[in-house]
């Protein structure tokens, strides 16, 4: 799904850009049947016990959460394989 993607792409983005490197992870809404993604959340705690809760960046009140999406820390800083991230 795109919007999925998208949000895994701008997820692992900011995972790679700071430092200390932590797990971000949001939430996949629907709407009207147009689905988005939720603005990443941080996680609270650094590596290597980096976990991310999605409800941190919840679905507005007049949509349905459908998903979720999140980084993986320390992971090979080029690209990501395809079937190494969740959304």
């Known amino acids: 799904n795109k919007t999925g993607r998208l949000a895994a792409d701008k997820a692992y983005n900011l995972t790679r850009n700071n430092v200390p490197i932590r797990e971000y992870c949001g939430s996949i809404c629907c709407r009207n049947g147009k689905y988005f993604a939720t603005e990443p ?30 980084s993986h820390p ?9 079937n190494d991230f969740s959304y």
């Not at 976990?51 to 999140?70: E, F, L, Q, R, W």
């Open 74 to 82: 320390d992971r090979d800083q080029n690209k990501y394989p395809e």
């Open 41 to 70: 959340k941080m996680s609270q705690t650094a590596n290597p016990v980096s976990t991310c809760d999605a409800n941190m960046s919840p679905c507005p009140s007049d949509s349905k959460k459908v998903g979720i999406y999140h």
